[in-house]
């Protein structure tokens, strides 16, 4: 049984893609689906958390591996696939990768910078420069949310800086800003108020 997401329907078994997505900032020719990602998409999921960390256009970015090595981010996907990790995978009918969703939930020893607490996944999420601006982000937040109230999910939250523009398409989808942490906002979205399903199911 499927549940309704986003653009399509988003299948809970997962085994092909499911969701049908089209651009819709600026090449509407852009076609990709969303599947349920596993365990074999790691490799993604890190190339997507080094482009969510060194998304400043214009500034010099390590290799890879040196970039992910960073301290604060060496361990954010370290044992993935244990209880609670899900991820969403945005791809092209040619099966080209272009970014990826996820959430995975902390404890107050060992934590993310937007941490809540041990009840609320944080979400990470990454598009390839090239898909960006083209329908790939938002699709890929809501079908996760969709996601997460399946699963009974009820509260998320991320960490965003202040000056990325990302705020707006995570305002868009319903997170608020919940904490100040230096030059990065703490955001949520509480998936049971009833205002925030409105906004989602309106697609606003």
Request: aromatic residues 6%; without cysteine; hydrophobic residues 45%.
């Given at each position: 049984?499927?549940?309704?997401?986003?653009?399509?329907v988003?299948?809970?078994?997962?085994?092909?893609?499911?969701?049908?997505?089209?651009?819709?900032?600026?090449?509407?020719d852009?076609?990709?689906?969303?599947?349920?990602?596993?365990?074999?998409?790691?490799?993604?999921?890190?190339?997507?958390?080094?482009?969510?960390?060194?998304?400043?256009?214009g500034?010099?970015?390590?290799?890879?591996?040196?970039?992910?090595?960073?301290?604060?981010?060496?361990?954010?996907?370290?044992?993935w696939g244990?209880?609670?990790?899900?991820?969403l995978?945005a791809?092209?009918?040619?099966?080209?990768?272009?970014?990826?969703?996820?959430?995975?939930?902390?404890?107050?020893?060992?934590?993310?910078?937007?941490?809540?607490?041990a009840?609320?996944?944080?979400?990470?999420?990454?598009?390839?420069?090239?898909?960006?601006?083209?329908?790939?982000?938002?699709a890929?937040?809501?079908?996760?949310?969709?996601?997460?109230r399946?699963?009974?999910?009820?509260?998320?939250?991320?960490?965003?800086?202040?000056?990325?523009?990302?705020i707006?398409?995570?305002?868009?989808?319903?997170?608020?800003?919940?904490?100040?942490?230096?030059?990065?906002?703490?955001?949520?979205?509480?998936?049971g108020?009833a205002?925030?399903?409105?906004?989602?199911?309106?697609?606003?």
């Amino acid at each position: 049984m499927g549940i309704e997401a986003a653009a399509g329907v988003l299948d809970a078994g997962g085994a092909a893609p499911v969701l049908s997505g089209h651009g819709m900032r600026q090449e509407p020719d852009l076609n990709f689906v969303i599947r349920i990602g596993d365990a074999d998409d790691l490799g993604l999921l890190r190339e997507m958390l080094f482009e969510a960390a060194y998304w400043r256009p214009g500034v010099p970015r390590p290799e890879l591996e040196a970039g992910l090595a960073r301290p604060d981010l060496a361990g954010l996907l370290a044992g993935w696939g244990r209880a609670g990790d899900v991820a969403l995978v945005a791809v092209t009918p040619e099966g080209v990768d272009l970014g990826a969703a996820w959430l995975r939930y902390w404890t107050e020893e060992q934590h993310s910078y937007g941490f809540v607490d041990a009840t609320t996944p944080e979400l990470g999420i990454g598009v390839r420069a090239e898909a960006r601006r083209r329908g790939v982000g938002e699709a890929l937040l809501r079908a996760l949310l969709t996601e997460a109230r399946r699963l009974g999910v009820r509260r998320i939250s991320l960490s965003v800086e202040k000056d990325n523009p990302a705020i707006r398409l995570y305002r868009r989808v319903g997170f608020v800003e919940h904490a100040a942490a230096g030059s990065a906002w703490t955001m949520v979205v509480d998936l049971g108020d009833a205002t925030t399903a409105n906004r989602f199911a309106a697609g606003e």
